[in-house]
């Protein structure tokens, strides 16, 4: 595995790419090399696999580096992005709070402009609703926009299952298409592919030639991917915002290819999470600024689209149908639990994500989530059940810098505790329980403490040597420090008998 | 429930519809924390309903009714006067890589557009009907393409266009945005699919903030808004290869935006 990300670094002193390619179409070795396994398991060997990998999380921090310094350019261009940021999190928290009431309002107004609202309650209704429509308009290509709900309901596999061609048309997700991969980060699905891969891939897959230039590999992409545009029959797209007051989606991209998928197919199908409503249009215009800022460090998106129903009369192109899917899937479990309601806040900027320690040395794959990192820590459990998913509660340092680059102020990395405490609750781990009820006995207990450090003491340099099972899997990547010769009680003890003996021997002398 | 989906739905649906509005309506029992916010005062306004305050709906503040803030002082300045907007704009607009043409009329206007289509050695440019453009279509030194014609717009023909010219409906000096429509901008495609697009327009068109854009937009289209406003900042872009930029992804590669005025 280590070696193909020795060439990293090479790469990025844009030097010759390395030789030795895997094919595209296989995936890499360390991409969710453990998948299949249970997921704490999976998380623990992938996580040990990517810390050990520094070529891979050498080259991640410098695709990382460059996001660092245009998100500070950008955010000093806010007169108090504090404020904006309260702002930000009162009009989500508000939207949040009236779901139900803005749902009806923006279904109400949206199929008042000709388009349809479909409501999906879990994955498979949301996959057979829009099967249903791909059927009804007798697709032979069907083209993708970036949508991580899509991702979540696994609806690419669906779609080809009933034989459906569906292409990716984001370059990221395009990329992580040919190589049989998931997104790597929800916003930069394929940051952690080198540009050599790149060139390998397509020139496997598409038959350019090789290229070490980003751009010339963007064009390969752009070239291959117009014709698909113009004959695909039907457009499917993600939706980062549903406005209750105009019955509109707002889509934020910036290569254009939601824009293309959703000008150029003869139907147009939007998939959104409940989550997505807003008030007020008004309210995207602190909205829309904020998640380009905090997510990659732009001014704004490049293409903030809002959608209103299919092409108008007037209106010289679109498409003559819109749909859009709804879906459900344990959003209203989350939004039960009115402590982390919060996390429903979320508008997928992905900035918990660049900043997170854990992130970026365990890398995307191993959290085997839809939405990696922070976030994804938080609100996985409660999409897919705390009792397998509660490891990722401990994927945190606590440090709270997602807390702080949240630009909907979400408390995530309490969140991470409040899973934490909600798991022992629900699922406790008896012996961490008897661990705790022995602690309490001896250390009410001044005899029964000096005992036990007495013993502690004098075994801890066994411990270091033999490894016992329950101590094993923590000095697996940790030391025990030398035991102390004595006991920090004695100690003090000594230090304070000399302090008093210097004090009174200072006194006894003489002045000058 | 007032609003019944659309008759299109089956019977399946508008279940889910009901179950998944029921397990809302159950959730949002248990009142909510109220945000977290710095700003203590705005915590206070946005104190979440009581029991004796059934009403969610209208006791809840929303972002249009914080405290008055018309400016919104706290977003990224969008200029107090037209030179200022014009100057902030034109700002944005070069640092984001579009190119800004400054014409004094409508004139001008024409002989810059005919000496972009020249120098890039365009064969096909396609446009739509527009006061603004119009008077331009006769000095370019290629074929043209309407796309707001009697035979109404064909993809496969955009495709081929080295160009698309199209108006906007405004510009925003914030953010570098410009504001174009299905409706008044020569429909979806125009300025999307080909490789350069140029915006024609005037400098009474450009607002300060977002905000007063898409409260202009709402007012200027009433309660029949065109069924695409796209917000365009700056040429298509991508930074999917080791976050590294490049321009003309799979949208425009180069934006030029005219200035008239």
Same mark, same amino acid.
């Given at each position: 595995?280590?070696?193909?990300?020795?060439?990293?670094?090479?790469?990025?002193?844009?030097?010759?790419?390395?030789?030795?390619?895997?094919?595209?179409?296989?995936?890499?070795?360390?991409?969710?090399?453990?998948?299949?396994?249970?997921?704490?398991?999976?998380?623990?060997?992938?996580?040990?696999?990517?810390?050990?990998?520094?070529?891979?999380?050498?080259?991640?921090?410098?695709?990382?580096?460059?996001?660092?310094?245009?998100?500070?350019?950008?955010?000093?261009?806010?007169?108090?992005?504090?404020?904006?940021?309260?702002?930000?999190?009162?009009?989500?928290?508000?939207?949040?709070?009236?779901?139900?009431?803005?749902?009806?309002?923006?279904?109400?107004?949206?199929?008042?402009?000709?388009?349809?609202?479909?409501?999906?309650?879990?994955?498979?209704?949301?996959?057979?609703?829009?099967?249903?429509?791909?059927?009804?308009?007798?697709?032979?290509?069907?083209?993708?926009?970036?949508?991580?709900?899509?991702?979540?309901?696994?609806?690419?596999?669906?779609?080809?299952?009933?034989?459906?061609?569906?292409?990716?048309?984001?370059?990221?997700?395009?990329?992580?298409?040919?190589?049989?991969?998931? =997104?790597?980060?929800?916003?930069?699905?394929?940051?952690?592919?080198?540009?050599?891969?790149?060139?390998?891939?397509?020139?496997?897959?598409?038959?350019?030639? =090789?290229?070490?230039?980003?751009?010339?590999?963007?064009?390969?992409?752009?070239?291959?991917?117009?014709?698909?545009?113009?004959?695909?029959?039907?457009?499917?797209?993600?939706?980062?915002?549903?406005?209750?007051?105009?019955?509109?989606?707002?889509? /934020?991209?910036?290569?254009?290819?939601?824009?293309? /998928? !959703?000008?150029?197919?003869?139907?147009?199908?939007?998939?959104?999470?409940?989550?997505?409503?807003? !008030?007020?249009?008004?309210?995207?215009?602190?909205?829309?600024?904020?998640?380009? /800022?905090?997510?990659?460090?732009?001014?704004?998106?490049?293409?903030?689209?809002?959608?209103?129903?299919?092409?108008? *009369?007037?209106?010289?192109?679109?498409? *003559?149908?819109?749909?859009?899917?709804?879906?459900?899937?344990?959003?209203?479990?989350?939004?039960?639990?009115? *402590?982390?309601?919060?996390?429903?806040?979320?508008?997928?900027?992905?900035?918990?994500?660049?900043?997170?320690?854990?992130?970026?040395?365990?890398?995307?794959?191993?959290?085997?989530?839809?939405?990696?990192?922070?976030?994804?820590?938080?609100?996985?459990?409660?999409?897919?059940?705390?009792?397998?998913?509660?490891?990722?509660?401990?994927?945190?340092?606590?440090?709270?810098?997602?807390?702080?680059?949240?630009?909907?102020?979400?408390?995530?990395?309490?969140?991470?505790?409040?899973?934490?405490?909600?798991?022992?609750?629900?699922?406790?781990?008896?012996?961490?329980?008897?661990?705790?009820?022995?602690?309490?006995?001896?250390?009410?207990?001044?005899?029964?403490?000096?005992?036990?450090?007495?013993?502690?003491?004098?075994?801890?340099?066994?411990?270091?040597?033999?490894?016992?099972?329950?101590?094993? *899997?923590?000095?697996?990547?940790?030391?025990?420090?030398?035991? =102390?010769?004595?006991?920090?009680?004695?100690?003090?003890?000594?230090?304070?008998?000399? !302090?008093?003996?210097?004090?009174?021997?200072?006194?006894?002398?003489?002045? =000058? | 429930?007032?609003?019944?989906?659309?008759?299109?739905?089956?019977?399946?649906?508008?279940?889910?519809? +009901?179950?998944?509005?029921?397990?809302?309506?159950?959730?949002?029992?248990?009142? +909510?924390?109220?945000?977290?916010?710095?700003?203590?005062?705005?915590?206070?306004?946005?104190?979440?309903?009581?029991?004796?305050?059934?009403?969610?709906?209208?006791? $809840?503040?929303?972002?249009?009714?914080?405290?008055?803030?018309?400016?919104?002082?706290?977003?990224?300045?969008?200029?107090?006067?037209?030179?200022?907007?014009?100057?902030?704009?034109?700002? %944005?607009?070069?640092?984001?890589?579009?190119?800004?043409?400054?014409?004094?009329?409508?004139?001008?206007?024409?002989?810059?557009?005919?000496?972009?289509?020249?120098? %890039?050695?365009?064969?096909?440019?396609?446009?739509?009907?527009?006061?603004?453009?119009?008077?331009?279509?006769?000095?370019?030194?290629?074929?043209?393409?309407?796309?707001?014609?009697?035979?109404?717009?064909?993809?496969?023909?955009?495709?081929?266009?080295?160009?698309?010219?199209?108006?906007?409906?405004?510009?925003?000096?914030?953010?570098?945005?410009?504001?174009?429509?299905?409706?008044?901008?020569?429909?979806?495609?125009?300025?999307?699919?080909?490789?350069?697009?140029?915006?024609? +327009?005037?400098?009474?068109?450009? $607002?300060?903030?977002?905000?007063?854009?898409?409260?202009?937009?709402?007012?200027?289209?009433?309660?029949?808004?065109?069924?695409?406003?796209? $917000?365009?900042?700056?040429?298509?872009?991508?930074?999917?290869?080791?976050?590294?930029?490049?321009?003309?992804?799979?949208?425009?590669?180069?934006?030029?935006?005219?200035?008239?005025?």
């Amino acid at each position: 595995m280590n070696h193909k990300r020795t060439g990293a670094m090479t790469t990025i002193q844009h030097t010759a790419a390395s030789t030795s390619h895997e094919t595209g179409k296989k995936p890499p070795a360390e991409a969710a090399s453990h998948r299949g396994a249970a997921p704490k398991r999976q998380f623990l060997l992938d996580a040990a696999a990517h810390v050990a990998d520094t070529g891979h999380r050498t080259f991640v921090n410098s695709a990382l580096g460059g996001y660092y310094k245009s998100r500070d350019a950008q955010k000093a261009r806010y007169r108090d992005w504090e404020h904006a940021r309260d702002a930000a999190s009162l009009a989500k928290w508000t939207a949040v709070n009236r779901l139900d009431e803005l749902l009806e309002q923006f279904t109400s107004r949206f199929e008042a402009h000709g388009g349809t609202v479909h409501w999906a309650a879990n994955a498979e209704e949301a996959r057979s609703i829009i099967l249903g429509l791909v059927r009804k308009a007798d697709a032979k290509a069907i083209i993708k926009s970036k949508c991580m709900t899509s991702e979540e309901i696994h609806l690419n596999a669906a779609l080809e299952e009933e034989g459906y061609g569906v292409v990716e048309s984001d370059l990221g997700e395009f990329i992580q298409q040919l190589r049989g991969e998931p =997104p790597y980060h929800f916003v930069f699905p394929c940051m952690h592919v080198r540009r050599d891969e790149i060139s390998t891939l397509f020139h496997d897959n598409l038959g350019s030639e =090789p290229t070490d230039s980003p751009e010339e590999l963007t064009m390969i992409a752009r070239r291959h991917m117009r014709q698909l545009y113009v004959n695909a029959d039907v457009g499917i797209t993600g939706a980062n915002f549903l406005v209750a007051e105009t019955g509109q989606i707002s889509i /934020t991209e910036n290569e254009g290819n939601a824009r293309l /998928t !959703a000008a150029l197919p003869k139907m147009h199908i939007a998939l959104a999470g409940i989550e997505k409503v807003v !008030a007020n249009l008004d309210d995207l215009s602190v909205l829309l600024p904020m998640l380009a /800022t905090a997510g990659a460090g732009q001014p704004m998106t490049c293409y903030n689209t809002l959608y209103s129903g299919p092409r108008r *009369e007037g209106e010289c192109d679109g498409p *003559e149908e819109m749909h859009l899917v709804l879906l459900d899937n344990a959003r209203t479990a989350l939004l039960a639990d009115a *402590e982390q309601r919060d996390a429903l806040q979320c508008i997928r900027c992905g900035a918990c994500l660049n900043v997170c320690p854990i992130f970026k040395n365990v890398g995307g794959f191993t959290y085997g989530t839809t939405y990696q990192g922070p976030i994804g820590s938080v609100i996985t459990p409660h999409l897919r059940g705390l009792a397998d998913w509660n490891h990722l509660s401990g994927a945190s340092s606590l440090c709270g810098a997602c807390s702080d680059a949240c630009p909907v102020r979400i408390d995530i990395h309490h969140h991470l505790l409040h899973n934490r405490r909600n798991a022992a609750r629900t699922a406790p781990n008896w012996l961490e329980k008897i661990g705790h009820r022995l602690f309490v006995v001896v250390a009410s207990r001044p005899w029964l403490f000096r005992i036990a450090g007495w013993i502690a003491r004098h075994t801890m340099g066994l411990a270091r040597r033999l490894k016992p099972p329950l101590v094993r *899997e923590w000095l697996a990547s940790r030391d025990l420090p030398s035991p =102390p010769a004595e006991s920090f009680r004695t100690a003090w003890r000594r230090r304070q008998q000399a !302090a008093a003996g210097a004090a009174s021997s200072h006194r006894s002398q003489p002045r =000058p | 429930m007032t609003d019944e989906p659309a008759t299109t739905a089956s019977p399946a649906a508008r279940s889910s519809r +009901a179950v998944i509005l029921a397990r809302i309506r159950e959730a949002l029992r248990v009142p +909510a924390p109220p945000p977290h916010m710095l700003d203590r005062q705005l915590v206070t306004a946005a104190e979440p309903p009581t029991a004796s305050q059934p009403d969610r709906g209208s006791g $809840f503040p929303t972002l249009s009714v914080l405290p008055a803030e018309a400016g919104r002082p706290w977003l990224p300045d969008g200029g107090a006067t037209p030179e200022e907007r014009l100057a902030l704009l034109t700002d %944005n607009l070069e640092k984001l890589r579009a190119v800004v043409h400054r014409c004094g009329s409508a004139d001008e206007a024409g002989s810059v557009v005919a000496e972009l289509a020249r120098s %890039n050695s365009w064969q096909r440019v396609a446009f739509h009907h527009d006061p603004l453009i119009e008077p331009l279509v006769p000095q370019l030194p290629c074929e043209v393409v309407e796309v707001d014609g009697a035979d109404g717009s064909d993809k496969h023909r955009l495709e081929a266009c080295d160009a698309g010219i199209s108006s906007c409906e405004l510009l925003v000096a914030q953010t570098g945005s410009i504001l174009v429509s299905s409706r008044l901008s020569g429909g979806r495609g125009l300025s999307i699919l080909p490789h350069v697009h140029v915006v024609v +327009a005037h400098t009474s068109q450009i $607002f300060g903030t977002l905000g007063d854009a898409l409260e202009a937009t709402k007012a200027r289209h009433g309660g029949q808004l065109p069924s695409m406003l796209s $917000f365009i900042t700056g040429p298509s872009r991508t930074g999917d290869i080791e976050r590294i930029l490049v321009l003309g992804a799979h949208g425009p590669k180069e934006l030029h935006v005219i200035l008239i005025g």
